[in-house]
């Protein structure tokens, strides 16, 4: 399933399109994809790969009763329960699409011929193998896959990390020489800032794979990290477009040969770590890359510190030299040299910082780069799915470990 760029005709290729959580933000949207999907199918006539993620607040509420249960489960367990999500996904848009007249084959990370190694609960990827998805196509057409998993060498499902799905599309792009993987997400492309926090940022029409990398590195949430690599490597174009879409062509945010450009990014996920020494930050640094957790290291006048993925487990012992400082926030000027400007600012300041440190990035907004992003509906608050509590019901139950009643 290979084509040519002067080939006449539909594109032979597959369409791999990845559906992020917000656009399962209600439960029709699953119907909502459903008929987008069948648009493109009827429109491009070709085969197609539909990656979707869990739906929004899921991940996380699974997180939580995890949490209330034991502090540090085996990695193997916690992957089995933190992929269950993108499982739901899988099943109720194969439905949908099912019902919307559009037959499709429903895989579980078996089916998506990626393999990972490392912890179970936050595995490395290292291979995607187009066999197993063009087997699955030569079966039915359309092929509904969880994103952000995949198998290990035992056969076990393994997570890819939090936010992952961009990395699987990605790769099964670049495996099945898609040349271009569309990225459907709650913004409107990749931005100069989060457009939750700052109204004035910009949405890039293009930019180069290492400009969104280097976003990407220094914690916007922008397009996974290791998704622009496997894009790069495969030569694949990812397109960022909202979701819901309905314009005919144009919009989002094309990764590939573009331009650099320059970002504000606000850790407000993360926690800041404050340590003694150099060395001892980055002791802490590579314990935390070995788990495949990524940090970002910095110096200031008045410390030496360490930004951590919030919630990260298994991270303790790695991080018992440093003291934890819940009232700090980090604040990233990305410049399109790749630069990077750090600020400490208390929390409660960070999305004032956030704009400030934007708006001396782009004084002139006339001349920004790419239009406004449009402020995000019905308020600047990520949505998170009424339905997201599915599996456990509308709240967390503590349940005492140490056997009181």
Same mark, same amino acid.
């Given at each position: 399933m290979t084509g040519t760029a002067g080939q006449a005709g539909p594109d032979p290729r597959p369409l791999v399109m990845k559906f992020g959580g917000s656009a399962f933000a209600e439960l029709d949207g699953y119907t909502r994809v459903a008929r987008y999907t069948a648009r493109r199918?009827?429109?491009?006539?070709?085969?197609?790969?539909?990656?979707?993620?869990?739906?929004?607040?899921?991940?996380?509420?699974?997180?939580?009763?995890? =949490?209330?249960?034991?502090?540090?489960?085996?990695?193997?367990?916690?992957?089995?329960?933190?992929?269950?999500?993108?499982?739901?996904?899988?099943?109720?848009?194969?439905?949908?699409? =099912?019902?919307?007249?559009?037959?499709?084959?429903? $895989?579980?990370?078996?089916?998506?011929? $990626?393999?990972?190694?490392?912890?179970?609960?936050?595995?490395?990827?290292?291979r995607a193998d187009p066999a197993v998805l063009l087997s699955g196509l030569e079966d039915c057409p359309v092929l509904v896959v969880p994103g952000g998993q995949a198998v290990d060498s035992a056969g076990g499902t393994v997570m890819l990390g939090r936010n992952s799905s =961009?990395?699987?599309?990605?790769?099964?792009?670049?495996?099945?020489?898609?040349?271009?993987?569309?990225?459907?997400?709650?913004?409107?492309?990749?931005?100069?800032?989060?457009?939750?926090?700052?109204?004035?940022?910009?949405?890039?029409?293009?930019i180069s794979y290492e400009g969104v990398r280097r976003m990407s590195r220094h914690g916007a949430?922008?397009?996974?990290?290791?998704?622009?690599?496997?894009?790069?490597?495969?030569?694949?174009?990812?397109?960022?477009r909202p979701f819901p879409w309905t314009g005919s062509g144009g919009?989002?945010?094309?990764?590939?040969?573009?331009?650099?450009?320059?970002?504000?990014?606000?850790?407000?996920?993360?926690?800041?770590?404050?340590?003694?020494?150099?060395?001892e930050r980055r002791a802490a640094a590579r314990g935390l890359l070995a788990e495949g957790l990524r940090t970002t290291e910095f110096d200031s006048a008045s410390g030496t510190y360490l930004v951590v993925p919030a919630g990260a487990r298994g991270?303790?012992?790695?991080?018992?030299?440093?003291?934890?400082?819940?009232? $700090?926030? $980090?604040?990233?000027?990305?410049?399109?040299?790749? *630069?990077?400007?750090?600020?400490?600012?208390?929390?409660? =300041?960070?999305?004032?910082?956030?704009?400030?440190?934007?708006? *001396?990035?782009?004084?002139?907004?006339?001349?920004?780069?790419?239009?406004?992003?449009?402020?995000?509906?019905p308020a600047p608050v990520k949505a998170r799915s009424a339905h997201s509590d599915v599996l456990f019901g509308s709240r967390a139950v503590p349940v005492p470990r140490d056997g009181a009643h």
């Open positions: 199918i009827a429109d491009e006539k070709r085969p197609v790969v539909v990656v979707v993620s869990a739906m929004s607040g899921t991940t996380g509420r699974l997180q939580q009763t995890l =949490d209330v249960l034991a502090d540090d489960p085996p990695a193997q367990v916690a992957a089995m329960l933190l992929t269950s999500g993108e499982t739901v996904s899988v099943a109720l848009l194969a439905a949908a699409l =099912d019902a919307a007249g559009v037959p499709a084959l429903a $895989l579980s990370a078996a089916g998506t011929g $990626l393999l990972g190694e490392g912890p179970a609960d936050r595995a490395r990827l290292i =961009d990395l699987s599309a990605a790769a099964m792009a670049a495996a099945l020489g898609a040349g271009t993987c569309v990225l459907f997400s709650d913004v409107p492309g990749v931005c100069t800032a989060d457009p939750y926090l700052v109204p004035a940022a910009r949405t890039l029409p293009e949430k922008v397009v996974h990290e290791s998704a622009v690599d496997w894009a790069e490597r495969g030569d694949v174009r990812l397109h960022c919009g989002g945010t094309v990764v590939g040969q573009g331009p650099e450009a320059a970002a504000v990014v606000a850790h407000k996920g993360s926690d800041v770590w404050r340590f003694r020494s150099g060395p991270t303790a012992h790695h991080l018992s030299a440093g003291r934890r400082h819940d009232d $700090l926030c $980090l604040i990233t000027t990305v410049r399109a040299d790749g *630069r990077a400007e750090h600020v400490l600012v208390s929390r409660a =300041d960070a999305d004032a910082e956030a704009r400030r440190c934007h708006a *001396r990035l782009y004084p002139d907004p006339v001349n920004a780069p790419g239009p406004a992003a449009p402020a995000p509906a």
